[in-house]
């Protein structure tokens, strides 16, 4: 099993900043992709921005150019820096890492970190 910690939520004003982290523990050999996804009230979650082990990025279009995500493989965790935040930011985000054993890929989600952007 793999556990996922994530950490760095809050309240801020549009234009504001967030870093969000998260942490794999557990069996985390396999690793080859970590990253946040957010589910705003009413709406299906949906990706925000993902990194491969080798640092291969991928970025949903509503957060290019403000988000930035990194990773620190030696820790197996992974960082959300969030820039310039609106309003529409606003939702929980979920972290998520994939593994891959044997051929076979697996999710892993994180407990949900609450970010609210509201003046």
């Known amino acids: 099993q793999v556990q996922l910690v994530g950490s760095g939520g809050g309240l801020v004003q549009p234009g504001g900043s967030l870093r969000l982290s998260c942490g794999a523990s557990g069996s985390v050999f396999g690793i080859n992709a970590m990253g946040w996804y957010r589910q705003a009230p009413g709406k299906q979650r949906e990706l925000v921005a993902t990194i491969t082990s080798g640092g291969s990025t991928n970025y949903a279009d509503s957060v290019k150019g403000r988000f930035t995500i990194s990773r620190d493989n030696t820790k197996n965790t992974v960082y959300l820096q969030m820039n310039s935040l609106k309003v529409e930011d606003t939702a929980v985000y979920y972290c998520?890492?994939?593994?891959?054993?044997?051929?076979?890929?697996?999710?892993?989600w994180g407990q949900g970190t609450q970010v609210t952007v509201s003046s």
């Open positions: 998520y890492a994939r593994i891959t054993r044997q051929g076979t890929n697996f999710a892993y």
